[in-house]
């Protein structure tokens, strides 16, 4: 079955530091692969989707970027995070196409 | 610009009660919509998905209905229990994009 791993589960950063989130899936190949973000008191927001290695599309101009450097691995990162870059994180995968999107345990980022 | 919307954005029912969630959304043009639970610092548990074509789906206590034209939706939830209690997330997938468009939530609690 597949499975899907992010870590990691919390993270406090200090203003300018630089982040690296992970997100791993198994028991699959090519799939597609996307970042979430929940900020406090608004709902979810696609940040970054991929559908092959090397090949991401941005959805919201920010602070964060993502990279692809696997099959089924897939990275967010900041060169310096800002205090708006709190949030809690979520890493998705799916099926080629549109198919059903399956979620990780998140990572609840804080920034001092 | 799709937007989803639901109501209410809390709710506290006694245990046993049958209640229901409701999702709207302003552009029909979607090619699914989807019900999720998110418990307190967790990731998303898909619940059930209903295609455009679809009226409704069911699994266990759980019954989704959706009326692609009117841009609504509805989570039944028959006899409640305290482990029901979760923020219940609806998402649609639009015909033209990756992308889930989450509402931002609804809050349940059933009071033992």
């Known amino acids: 079955s597949q499975t899907i791993h992010q870590w990691p589960a919390t993270l406090v950063q200090p203003v300018g530091s630089p982040l690296s989130l992970e997100c791993t899936v198994e028991g699959t190949s090519n799939p597609n692969l996307y970042w979430y973000r929940q900020a406090a008191g608004r709902g979810l927001q696609l940040l970054f989707y991929s559908v092959g290695i090397g090949q991401i599309s941005s959805e919201v101009p920010q602070n964060l970027s993502a990279s692809r450097p696997q099959d089924r691995q897939f990275i967010l990162s900041s060169k310096k995070l800002l205090l708006s870059d709190s949030g809690f994180y979520l890493c998705a995968w799916s099926g080629q196409g549109r198919q059903p999107q399956h979620f990780g345990d998140g990572t609840r980022l804080s920034i001092l | 610009k799709q937007e989803v919307t639901q109501i209410p954005a809390a709710l506290s029912v006694p245990e046993g009660e049958n209640l229901v969630l409701n999702c709207s959304f302003t552009d029909s043009a979607i090619y699914n919509l989807q019900w999720f639970r998110q418990d307190p610092g967790k990731g998303l548990t898909s619940l059930l998905l209903?295609?455009?074509?679809?009226r409704e789906q069911t699994s266990g206590r759980l019954n989704a209905s959706l009326d692609k034209s009117s841009g609504r939706s509805t989570l039944y939830i028959a006899a409640s229990q305290p482990g029901d209690s979760a923020t219940y997330l609806c998402a649609v997938l639009m015909d033209s994009s990756y992308k889930l468009i989450f509402g931002s939530g609804t809050r349940l609690l059933v009071r033992p």
């Open positions: 209903i295609q455009s074509s679809q």
